[in-house]
């Protein structure tokens, strides 16, 4: 397939992240075949840990269903929102509803509202206060938010190749950020004769740094739900 580059798509709305590489490309730089071919991993075994059976999930920026799919085989009832048509075209199984995060405001709850794939990381802190504002609007009163960030330690095991199965590796190089506490980051995706980059602004955040970000929005941390604090319960803070 020829090249695209979409380094000037939706500038104003991801102006941290630029992606280029075969076939569509998010506004957020995903390239839509990866990450229909990414495997979840362990994180579905992480989450069933923290799930109660058949609850409802709300899965912000769901994509290709990555998420989605093992939470609708293990008998949740999941809604997937994204702002890509072409991402959600591969959502199987669960509602989908085409929308940005910020924008959204659906009419229900939800017992768990997923936010993974480090978007709580964004390094525009009013940015991220919208994200947060949308999780704080849809979790029920009982319910719980899981986050998935980019902590400081991140950045010492980042950099490198990684396997990230079904045959895809990451190369992944960091650099300085434009402004004090970011992050910029490359990352080469490989996939057979195929090949796309993203490259983005991040900000790592700390137990204070999300703490305060929490409470802002009206949340609060529960509890981590890995050993190295990347995945994160927190609750509406009545």
Do not use: K
């Amino acid at each position: 397939m020829p090249e695209v580059d979409h380094d000037m798509a939706d500038e104003r709305r991801h102006p941290h992240v630029t992606g280029n590489g075969s076939g569509a490309i998010t506004a957020d730089g995903c390239p839509v075949e990866l990450w229909a071919a990414l495997p979840p991993g362990e994180i579905p075994a992480l989450l069933s840990s923290a799930l109660p059976p058949g609850c409802t999930v709300l899965d912000l920026g769901a994509g290709a269903g990555r998420l989605t799919h093992p939470l609708v085989r293990a008998g949740h009832h999941v809604t997937a929102v994204d702002e890509s048509a072409e991402m959600l075209g591969h959502v199987h199984g669960a509602t989908a509803v085409l929308s940005t995060i910020e924008e959204l405001r659906l009419d229900e709850t939800f017992d768990v509202v997923l936010l993974a794939s480090h978007l709580v990381n964004v390094p525009d802190t009013a940015a991220r206060q919208r994200l947060l504002a949308t999780c704080r609007h849809h979790v029920a009163g009982d319910g719980a938010v899981i986050l998935q960030r980019f902590t400081p330690e991140w950045t010492q095991t980042a950099t490198g190749r990684s396997d990230l199965g079904a045959g895809i590796t990451c190369d992944t190089s960091l650099g300085p950020g434009p402004d004090p506490g970011l992050v910029s980051a490359v990352a080469t995706y490989i996939f057979g004769d195929r090949r796309w980059q993203q490259s983005y602004v991040t900000c790592p955040l700390s137990d204070h740094q999300l703490t305060a970000d929490l409470h802002e929005a009206g949340l609060r941390l529960d509890r981590w739900l890995s050993d190295d604090g990347r995945w994160v319960i927190v609750v509406p803070d009545s």
